[in-house]
């Protein structure tokens, strides 16, 4: 058995985990983070939307003004970073499929006004005139200014780049250090757990109450060069969808939301729904490469709020992140840090 040490261990290598360990160096604390494949859990599954205003469902004004908070701070965020993150600020489309969906998107409009949120209906024409290659007979939406989308792998990757890494399972936590599954220990004055969906699973770890895993499954295509410009999404007979399209030409289509519990596998129905219905939106899909299918656990709390607080001595817990994790990694990450650091909270998350 070895024994090493940090200032700070954070369990789990997802982006939450990885902005965390990025924002706490940038203090200059010594931080390792633990994760036996990090990135490779809902981060890799995520497309990226960085979507406050076309996430928001009724009811969830706390999450909204969490997740607007840390909008702001992204183009600062991918600066400080100083990598190319595919951080693209050109807007969401969210198309109509039908007249029902049309009279929704006039009710989220006005909810959106409500709340002092930017968005715009489109008629028919307008919708084409921003994004040419959508289903002809489209009968209008809503264009979203300020919800954009990041790349959440090359995010991951630059966050991670330089980290402390340790490839391996956490056998067990206690106040101020990590056994690994190899019986090696990291002794440390603050242990984060930030292990999204498994958060709660960590012998002497955290109990997080009602936090469940969510599963969601993502698609890549690939076409030689890009179809549309902005996030598209939709609802195709009730069907949530969206297709979030990077510079290169790759489209990520989303996405499946599953209560399977800890089941990971591609469910064949939910490719076939999800192609079904982008095709439904933008007929040119089904000409694109299919290069990947993705699933991951969203961590999901009954609020759908994330949880992020001292949850012992020498103990924080950052997660139940649900459908916002990339969106939400910034200001998780200044918040843990101002926890860790100060011992205290940012006045935003705990508002
Ligand atoms: N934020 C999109 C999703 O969770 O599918």
Do not use: C
């Not at 982008?278 to 709020?305: C, F, H, K, W, Y």
């Amino acid at each position: 058995m070895r024994t090493t040490s940090a200032d700070v261990v954070v369990v789990g290598g997802g982006i939450i985990g990885a902005a965390i360990a990025w924002r706490l160096a940038t203090h200059g604390a010594a931080v390792t983070v633990v994760d036996p494949a990090p990135g490779l859990g809902a981060t890799h599954a995520a497309a990226g939307m960085l979507a406050p205003v076309t996430e928001l469902h009724y009811g969830e004004e706390r999450l909204l003004r969490l997740n607007l908070a840390s909008a702001r701070r992204y183009p600062d965020f991918v600066a400080e970073l100083g990598a190319d993150v595919g951080y693209r600020q050109t807007g969401t489309v969210v198309a109509a499929w039908d007249a029902a969906d049309l009279a929704a998107l006039r009710d989220l409009a006005q909810l959106h006004k409500s709340l002092g949120l930017t968005s715009e209906l489109l008629t028919a024409r307008e919708l084409r005139a921003l994004e040419p290659a959508v289903a002809p007979g489209l009968s209008g939406g809503l264009f979203a200014a300020d919800d954009h989308s990041v790349d959440p792998r090359r995010l991951h990757d630059a966050l991670l780049d330089g980290a402390q890494v340790v490839r391996q399972p956490v056998a067990s936590i206690a106040t101020g250090a990590v056994t690994l599954a190899d019986g090696d220990v990291i002794a440390a004055g603050t242990v984060v757990v930030a292990a999204g969906a498994r958060s709660g699973q960590i012998s002497g770890g955290p109990a997080i109450a009602g936090l469940r895993p969510v599963k969601g499954q993502t698609l890549r295509l690939r076409s030689r060069k890009p179809v549309i410009d902005h996030v598209l999404r939709g609802s195709v007979r009730g069907n949530p969808v969206y297709l979030v399209p990077r510079e290169d030409g790759e489209i990520v289509v989303g996405a499946s939301s599953e209560e399977a519990g800890y089941d990971e596998s591609p469910r064949a129905g939910a490719v076939y729904e999800l192609l079904r219905d982008a095709q439904l939106l933008l007929p040119a899909t089904l000409e694109m490469e299919l290069v990947e299918v993705s699933t991951g656990l969203r961590p999901a709390t009954p609020d759908n709020t994330p949880v992020i607080e001292a949850a012992g001595p020498g103990l924080v817990v950052a997660t139940g992140h649900y459908r916002n994790g990339v969106l939400l990694a910034p200001i998780t990450a200044d918040a843990v840090a101002e926890l860790v650091l100060h011992g205290r909270m940012l006045a935003e998350v705990s508002a």
